[in-house]
């Protein structure tokens, strides 16, 4: 495997797009969902930048002309995203110079990381990488995983997120939270949970473009941490029994 993966914590960093085609597009939807501070410069952008070249926002800044070298200077990230490969083959040599992370997106070789095809549920990152081979074939697997994993993983994470300080400040001992967390994580408790959504309204797994809406959002919720509650009493209580 020639790459090594991580995930970058981009608040407040600066990255840099150069170029405002379809594949930098792509790159730039994904960053807006970070809290990365982003520049694109480009003479020309593709149409389906129109409504952000129309709204502006505190997350992004266009420049509507060529590259310049000194447009690398502060940036934490760059994306050499033109359709003129000895350009990008030149911002590769000026940010190695200057030790700043880039994606060739014409040249996985001169590139220091790809991006891979992604699905999110909430705080769930999956992620397929082809080792630059074939990228349909990550965008393939992307859609399966899209369709395998649905909103109980968002949901389950959301309630994780705000539950775990307490449990483990509730709970001393280690291996017992061990055991505790193993089972919120097992697919049987997935199963529950999904159970638990469909009693509710079975659309919700069954169409994967269904966002419900925020008060049903909360009551599944409530039912979930119910069981995630009832869950770790009866761990407990089995390990008092021991
Ligand atoms: C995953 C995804 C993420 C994203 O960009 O968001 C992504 N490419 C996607 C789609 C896609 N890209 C291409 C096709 C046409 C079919 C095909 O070529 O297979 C399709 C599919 C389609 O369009 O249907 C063409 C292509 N891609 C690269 C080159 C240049 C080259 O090979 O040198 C060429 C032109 C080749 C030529 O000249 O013919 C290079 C790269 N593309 C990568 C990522 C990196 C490696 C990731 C990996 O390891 O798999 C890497 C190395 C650089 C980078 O961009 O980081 C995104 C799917 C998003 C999604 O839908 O989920
Ligand atoms: N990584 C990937 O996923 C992927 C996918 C398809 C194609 N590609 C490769 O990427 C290349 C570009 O793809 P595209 O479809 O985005 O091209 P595109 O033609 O849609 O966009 C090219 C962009 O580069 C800009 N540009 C040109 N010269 C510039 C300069 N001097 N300074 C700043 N910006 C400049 C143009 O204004 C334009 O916005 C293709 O030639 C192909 O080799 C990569």
Not at 2 to 14: A, C, G, R, T
Not at 214 to 224: G, T, W
Request: proline residues 3%; charged residues 30%; without cysteine.
């Amino acid at each position: 495997m020639k790459f090594y993966p991580i995930n970058l914590n981009l608040k407040d960093k600066n990255v840099l797009i150069v170029g405002a085609g379809k594949v930098a597009l792509r790159k730039f939807k994904r960053l807006l969902q970070t809290r990365a501070q982003i520049k694109i410069i480009s003479p020309e952008f593709n149409w389906e930048f129109l409504p952000y070249l129309n709204q502006e926002s505190e997350k992004y800044i266009f420049l509507k002309r060529k590259f310049k070298d000194e447009d690398l200077i502060g940036q934490f990230l760059v994306f050499a995203a033109t359709d003129n490969s000895e350009l990008n083959q030149r911002i590769a040599f000026l940010a190695r110079g200057k030790n700043i992370l880039v994606n060739i997106i014409d040249n996985a070789e001169l590139s220091d990381f790809t991006v891979p095809a992604v699905v999110n549920r909430g705080e769930l990152l999956l992620t397929a990488a082809s080792g630059s081979n074939l990228p349909a074939l990550s965008k393939n697997i992307r859609k399966k995983l899209e369709s395998d994993f649905g909103i109980e993983y968002r949901l389950l994470l959301d309630i994780m997120s705000e539950k775990r300080k307490a449990i483990i400040e509730d709970i001393d001992s280690i291996e017992l939270r061990k055991l505790i967390f193993r089972e919120i994580a097992s697919a049987d408790f997935l199963t529950k949970i999904r159970k638990i959504i469909v009693d509710y309204n079975p659309q919700i797994l069954s169409n994967s473009n269904y966002q419900p809406n925020d008060s049903e959002y909360q009551l599944i919720k409530k039912e979930i941490e119910k069981a995630i509650s009832q869950l770790i009493e009866r761990k407990k209580f089995h390990n008092e029994e021991l």
